[in-house]
């Protein structure tokens, strides 16, 4: 046996034995999404009450895990730095707290002790035989928190891409190492109708060939995608790899070949989508997986030029200031890297960045182009920053214009029927 092996063999616990390396007190970090270690988070769950005052940290959570219970906060308890589906309501109800941050941020406040890490959990492909394991489903913040992290604990299952990039763990940095077969969460494209095909439609005829795109999560930015299949040499610096992205790329459109930075290469720092798409990743030498200060800073993202970037919004006041992440004063998910990419967009030689919603909410009886956002609204991406504003009546440009311009921009993209009562308050702002 090797010497390598020979240390994998040594730390190789049970999963039972991998959670008792979490110690009371602990601040206890977990990747994005996909990245989130099954075996652990559950048995740490049926073990919750055991712990006292462990806080597990993370972005984004797909499953909810027994511990994310408001009766056992006292002995497990979540910290959210993005709230999503499994965390939500407890980010709402208060027993679940909220770090906000810009995602491209978060190793540096991991370096600067800004963000506690005592323990790191993570999933992991099998070991190669220098002894390194890729974290590729969720690079991002998961790097840096290893780094400092006391105790490292990887959850090695054959299920998870070996992808390049800066996402390799070497077994001299890990504490333990604990096996598990299950498959990996899948998680399909969204339902695109009318309304998203209308905006991906405005957006797509404004993407010139050879670009770079970079593409959020949702309806919208993947009517974009579907669109863009016909298009020519695009190139991807982004920050989640979907499958959407894994249809550009197989149609064709994708080639990376006229990126200037990074040619040749699709850079993203976590993914989250089917089979099919973790199976590319494996071993491909087309797909760098990287950390998110990388992927999402916005001086290395602007340093492709033409770069695009599409993310949908909440709420787009008269300024332009755009609420992506809360229903007035309600949380409802995080800034993520909204911010980042646009603001990457507007450093790009030709760049252009697309901040997309439907025009009405609660089926039709709210305008989500407003004369001011919602009082408690969280403000994602500024006025200084907004450039286009799309919706399924049209897009409004609004970087370099006045707030005047922007008024009436936005404005003609209103739903119809709000338009006059859009136009009054305009009126009394002396916007018009």
Known sequence: MSKIKEIYQDKLRTVEEGIKLVQNGDCLVV?????????????????????????????????????????????????AYFLGGATRAGG???????????????????????????????????????????????????????QKARTVVLEVNPNVPYANGNCLVHISQVSAVVEDQTPLTEVGLPVIGPVQEAIGKYVADLIDNGSTIQIGFGAIPDAVVM?????????????????GILTLIESGAVTNRSKNYLPGKVIATFALGSKRL????????????????FTNDPCLAGLNDNLVTINASVQVDFLGQCCSESMGSTPYSGTGGQSDFV??????????????????????????????????SAITTSKNDVNYVV????????????????????????????????????????LL
Do not use: C
């Open 31 to 79: 990747p994005t999404g996909v990245g989130e270690p099954p075996a652990l988070l559950t048995a740490l769950s049926e073990h919750r009450r055991e712990y006292h005052d462990v806080k597990v940290f993370q972005i984004l959570p797909l499953r909810k895990f027994g511990y994310i219970d408001p009766e056992t906060v006292e002995h497990v308890r979540h910290v």
């Open 92 to 146: 709402q109800q208060g027993w679940i707290d909220y770090i906000p941050s810009y995602f491209s941020e978060m190793p540096r406040m991991f370096q600067d002790g800004l963000l506690p890490v005592d323990t790191v959990f993570t999933l992991a492909s099998p070991m190669d035989e220098h002894g390194y394991f890729s974290i590729s489903l969720a690079t991002d913040y998961t790097m840096a928190a290893i």
């Open 343 to 376: 603001r990457a967009a507007n450093r790009s030689k030709g760049g252009k960045s697309f901040i997309v919603l439907p025009a009405t909410a609660k089926d039709g009886k709210i305008s989500r182009i407003t004369p001011t956002l919602t009082q408690g």
């Open 391 to 430: 919706t399924e009546y049209g897009v409004a440009q609004l970087r370099g214009k006045s707030a005047k311009q922007r008024a009436k921009a936005l404005i003609a993209i209103a739903h119809p029927s709000f338009r006059e009562e859009l136009t009054e308050a305009a009126k009394k702002m002396n």
């Open 227 to 243: 669109q863009l299949t016909h298009k020519h040499d695009l190139g991807i610096h982004t920050e989640m790899f979907g499958d």
């Open 278 to 293: 973790y199976n590319f990743m494996n071993r491909n030498p087309q797909l760098e997986m990287h950390p998110v200060d």
